[in-house]
């Protein structure tokens, strides 16, 4: 059974950072690729960022230079480091794995970003 459990999240204030985890049990990471996703409040979730298998990386608009994606394939772990943290990034943070075109999603961790 694959599960993926997000944590780190929590309130910080504006300009401050914050780092999220996901860990992952029953499916191994480097073969897949793995991202963060968003759902703020009144939008559709976003993609963040994602590495692909072969260690690619994807931002959105909005996370680059502001947000660092990576895992640790030893501990099947994947991060996201959150700096410059804006209001507007306030939102539900969750972690994706995509096996072949199926999504496996955590349960997502609250991230609130104080003005």
């Known amino acids: 059974q694959v599960q993926l459990v997000e944590s780190g999240g929590g309130l910080v204030q504006a300009g401050g950072s914050l780092r999220l985890s996901c860990a992952a049990s029953?499916?191994?990471?480097?073969?897949?690729?793995v991202g963060w996703y968003r759902q703020t409040p009144g939008k559709q979730r976003e993609l963040v960022a994602r590495?692909?298998?072969?260690?690619?990386?994807v931002y959105a608009d909005f996370a680059k230079r502001r947000f660092a994606i990576s895992r640790d394939i030893a501990r099947n772990t994947l991060s996201l480091q959150m700096n410059s943290l804006k209001p507007e990034d306030t939102g539900v943070y969750y972690c994706?794995?995509?096996?072949?075109?199926?999504?496996?999603w955590g349960q997502g961790t609250q991230v609130t970003v104080s003005p």
């Open positions: 029953g499916i191994i990471f480097n073969v897949n690729t």
């Open positions: 994706n794995l995509d096996e072949y075109g199926f999504n496996y």
């Open positions: 590495v692909t298998s072969v260690g690619g990386t």
